[in-house]
């Protein structure tokens, strides 16, 4: 890897920094998301959210690596890389599945009618999207999908449950997996299709985590019935489409990025006395985990990079995405790992006086442990790089 970035990057970080100062609400940073309970809270996060995504639309920000030909800005690799890993570091909310996996997708496998239909509307953040490829039986082994679609004259009529569905309860769309073809092998005989979640016979049902936060669902489907032109691709050849979509999911820099801030808090906070008069950076410890931590995420952010740029460079990074995955995971964790840094006033949450860092230390320990198995389990990144990576036997 050899590039640096340029004096046109450089002032469009500037920009995006002054982007954020208008668009976030003072102290923006320091808020944890709402308890599952508290609906009202979580609503109006999420239509700030929606907001959010329409000023970057109006900036042509949102699709910043799309083609111009398709209405994006036509930045490179490194330049989406900058903005995202910016947006990170602010805690900004531009987590968005339309822009980052369906429209890439669509790009390179829709027909010309679903590009003219649903590229605008992703493209102005009017339609939102969740993603159904996991289902109770099949998570890693994807491929084992149960979740049918039968063909019904110009419709598929699709039976089956989804689960682990990130935003179901806000999307208007959902892009899935379902089995066309149940005698193929079960890599084959799979369609990719985008399917309107107010489609009768769609119920969602929310699923909360352990750190009582509402991101997950399931998704069941009973006789729906999805158009045959909202399949994207080839009949049976929807793994092929899919395992593109997962390269992009892989690929970025904010699950690194989103630590750094953590960490640089963590060690500010170490250096200040706390309730018994004592700094915790004076516990060795402490000091060397810090370090530790400070060049285990230096690692990652490059390696972060260097997907960027051999995208850049025509590339196609698919055990390298694996290995920034990998890696950002287990950081992330260990780096949760310092909850016990504060002693039993870590676990204090963010409505309890003296809480360090405004409450969030909980919220990371206990959201970072699924790190590991969404978006692709470690056990599956490392069978990516042994094989694709280091040429090893299956």
């Not at 330049?79 to 390179?108: C, L, S, W």
């Not at 590991?372 to 299956?394: D, F, H, K, V």
């Amino acid at each position: 890897m050899d590039f640096k970035f340029s004096a046109e990057d450089v002032a469009f970080r500037e920009e995006v920094l002054d982007f954020l100062g208008e668009q976030l609400p003072p102290g923006w940073a320091d808020l944890s998301e709402g308890p599952a309970e508290d609906g009202a809270a979580n609503r109006e996060r999420w239509e700030f959210t929606r907001g959010f995504h329409r000023a970057l639309a109006e900036r042509g920000w949102l699709t910043l690596g799309w083609p111009q030909e398709h209405g994006g800005a036509g930045a490179g690799p490194i330049r989406q890389a900058m903005f995202n890993e910016t947006m990170a570091h602010h805690r900004a909310p531009v987590y968005n599945q339309g822009v980052d996996r369906v429209g890439p997708t669509v790009i390179m496998y829709g027909s010309d009618e679903q590009k003219e239909y649903f590229l605008p509307r992703i493209r102005s953040a009017d339609i939102q999207w969740c993603q159904g490829f996991s289902e109770p039986g099949s998570g890693s082994d994807l491929a084992s999908l149960q979740t049918r679609a039968q063909r019904d004259g110009d419709d598929y009529i699709i039976n089956g449950q989804k689960i682990w569905t990130s935003g179901a309860q806000h999307a208007d769309y959902i892009f899935m997996l379902a089995r066309t073809e149940p005698d193929a092998p079960k890599h084959r005989g799979i369609s990719f299709f985008l399917v309107d979640m107010k489609t009768p016979g769609i119920t969602v049902r929310p699923l909360v985590n352990m750190a009582n936060r509402h991101h997950f669902n399931e998704v069941f489907f009973e006789d729906v019935r999805v158009p045959a032109r909202n399949m994207v691709g080839e009949e049976n050849r929807g793994w092929y489409v899919a395992t593109t979509t997962l390269d992009f999911e892989r690929s970025g820099i904010s699950r690194v990025v989103s630590g750094v801030r953590l960490l640089g808090e963590l060690t500010n906070l170490a250096s200040q006395p706390g309730p018994d008069g004592r700094r915790p950076d004076e516990d060795p410890r402490i000091r060397h985990r810090l370090a530790d931590l400070n060049i285990e995420f230096t690692v990652g952010r490059w390696l972060a990079y260097r997907v960027a740029w051999m995208q850049s460079q025509g590339l196609v990074p698919n055990h390298e995405a694996s290995m920034s995955k990998l890696y950002g995971t287990m950081i992330n964790q260990r780096l949760a790992g310092m909850i016990n840094m504060f002693g039993l006033g870590g676990a204090l949450s963010g409505e309890q006086a003296h809480a360090p860092l405004h409450g969030r230390m909980p919220d990371e320990y206990l959201n970072s442990v699924p790190l590991t198995i969404a978006a692709g389990t470690s056990e599956i990144m490392r069978n990516i790089i042994a094989t694709r990576g280091l040429g090893l036997p299956r």
